[in-house]
């Protein structure tokens, strides 16, 4: 298995190959997605509400997002990595933009960081981090972390205007250097116009078939989030199995079955 780079990324694109992206959160999830082999493991922010239980992804912070990226580091040392910029740390200025980014790589042992972008106002911020040799991929169509401002989660693009002003956010963040982009939560028709006028790989989640590749969240894709979003398909039912097994194990406890052979010393 070759190991992802930007350049294996930007190839696949050029040869029509898809590309695979999932979520990790810790060094388990991160070892399963090696033996699986996927293109991209990302370390989202969507933490937020997977991991902590949360209903949005604004309280998560740069610190949980190094701990949590290096921990999957720890499970696939030569994955390619992304890690999530989160609430708040891609917004205020170029030097705080990329101060952030740089924990995540020196500290979190990331590969490459994501940056919602919610405004055009953000872009020389993205600039400046692939300036200090950081690649980025750029986040746009719906942006969780901009939740409240959206309305709630909303499928973005649906109108004319709406629709433009995504392809223009795209073919700008390609301009700034973003080495690909994120679509979440836009009609397949702005995917694939967005897909065909940017020549860096446009990676959807929610966003339709036309895209370069497919992203998910894995406790999504494994069934362990008690709500999956719509868009999501669920190829297993791990939810239930861990609860089988927990509930296998509280009955053996009680009734006396639980082996009981090992000894202390
Ligand atoms: O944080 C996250 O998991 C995301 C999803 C859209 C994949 O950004």
Redesign the pocket.
């Known amino acids: 298995m070759s190991k992802t780079t930007v350049v294996s990324l930007q190839k696949k694109k050029q040869m029509g190959e898809p590309i695979v992206l999932l979520?990790a959160y810790d060094c388990i999830m991160g070892q399963l997605l090696a033996e699986v082999g996927v293109d991209i493991v990302?370390v989202?922010?969507?933490l937020g509400n997977v991991f902590q239980g949360d209903t949005t992804?604004q309280s998560v912070t740069i610190s949980q997002m190094v701990y949590h990226t290096a921990a999957v580091r720890r499970g696939w040392p030569d994955g390619f990595i992304v890690a999530?910029m989160p609430f708040m740390t891609a917004v205020v200025s170029e030097a705080d933009t990329v101060r952030h980014a740089g924990r995540l790589i020196q500290s979190g042992r990331a590969d490459a960081v994501k940056i919602e972008v919610m405004h055009a106002r953000q872009l020389p911020l993205l600039a400046a981090v692939v300036a200090s040799g950081i690649p980025v991929m750029a986040?746009i169509g719906f942006t969780p972390q901009a939740v409240t401002q959206l309305g709630g989660y909303r499928v973005q693009g649906r109108t004319d205007a709406s629709a433009a002003a995504c392809l223009e956010l795209a073919k700008q963040c390609e301009a700034q250097g973003a080495f690909s982009v994120?679509l979440?939560l836009v009609p397949d028709a702005v995917s694939k116009q967005i897909t065909a006028a940017v020549s860096v790989p446009v990676i959807g989640?929610g966003a339709g078939p036309s895209c370069d590749g497919q992203?998910l969240?894995s406790t999504d894709v494994v069934g362990l989030s008690p709500k999956v979003p719509q868009f999501a398909t669920q190829y297993a039912d791990v939810r239930s199995s861990m609860k089988q097994a927990f509930s296998s194990f509280q009955a053996a406890v009680s009734d006396g079955s639980f082996p009981t052979s090992f000894t202390q010393a």
């Open positions: 979520t990302l989202g922010d969507s992804t999530d986040h994120l979440e989640v992203g969240v």
